[in-house]
């Protein structure tokens, strides 16, 4: 099936610090989502993009829909303790029915 | 307010002993999803709901049953849950396939004893 390979899959950073992490497939695809999970609660939807080459800022947060359709990243500037957390990269897969996938998460850890 | 509540937050059940998890929404979403997430693993999806349409996934045990009998709610059933079953179980829903993403509850988390 489809895969999303999401890089690095752990960070530790000190805070203050820049983050970028990336997401990328070798199927095209039309949209990319980014969420953020924190400990023990369910996903939340940070950005979402809908076109290529597509650049979108969410406060600290900006993500880029790649080019090519088949990759995105999301930077996080002057991270800040509230950050922690796991973020993972989703799409909308076409097989029969629609359905959301995630790729393996990235997971934040901040120093103060 | 939340959009999607998701009860109980955390459920203890005793293996082999059926146990149901809910889902409501007030969002009026055609889509509604379960999904299964393991520690330190991504949400895998269950299955979900397009109206009244339910799209299982392949590789979910018959273990696990849902019902959606109305618009806003949802159910996870799980017929005999094993030790393996134990993990934290997500409610979604979209407005429609394909149009943005999709709003999640806060979990159930579930234990197995």
């Known amino acids: 099936g489809q895969q999303l390979n999401q890089s690095p899959q752990s960070m530790f950073i000190q805070e203050g610090e820049d983050v970028s992490m990336n997401c990328t497939s070798s199927s095209i695809f039309n949209t990319w989502l980014w969420y953020k999970q924190d400990p023990g609660e369910g996903p939340v939807l940070l950005i979402a993009l809908y076109k290529a080459g597509e650049l979108t800022s969410n406060g600290r947060l900006t993500a880029q829909f790649g080019i090519t359709r088949k990759d995105s990243f999301l930077n996080i500037s002057a991270s800040i303790p509230s950050d922690v957390g796991i973020y993972f990269c989703a799409q909308i897969i076409i097989q029969g029915a629609q359905k959301l996938v995630f790729g393996q998460g990235t997971r934040l850890t901040i120093n103060p | 307010d939340a959009m999607v509540i998701q009860n109980p937050r955390y459920q203890v059940t005793q293996f082999g002993k059926p146990v149901t998890l809910s889902c409501s929404q007030t969002l009026n979403h055609n889509v509604m999803y379960w999904y299964q997430q393991k520690s330190s693993q991504a949400p895998k999806l269950l299955f979900h709901y397009y109206d009244k349409d339910f799209n299982n996934e392949a590789d979910t045990p018959d273990n696990f049953q849902s019902r959606r009998p109305n618009t806003s709610f949802c159910f996870l059933d799980i017929r005999s849950p094993g030790l393996g079953d134990a993990a934290m179980y997500l409610c979604?829903?979209?407005?429609?396939?394909?149009?943005?993403?999709?709003?999640f509850g806060q979990g159930t988390r579930l234990t197995v004893v």
């Open positions: 979604a829903t979209s407005r429609d396939l394909g149009q943005g993403g999709a709003f």
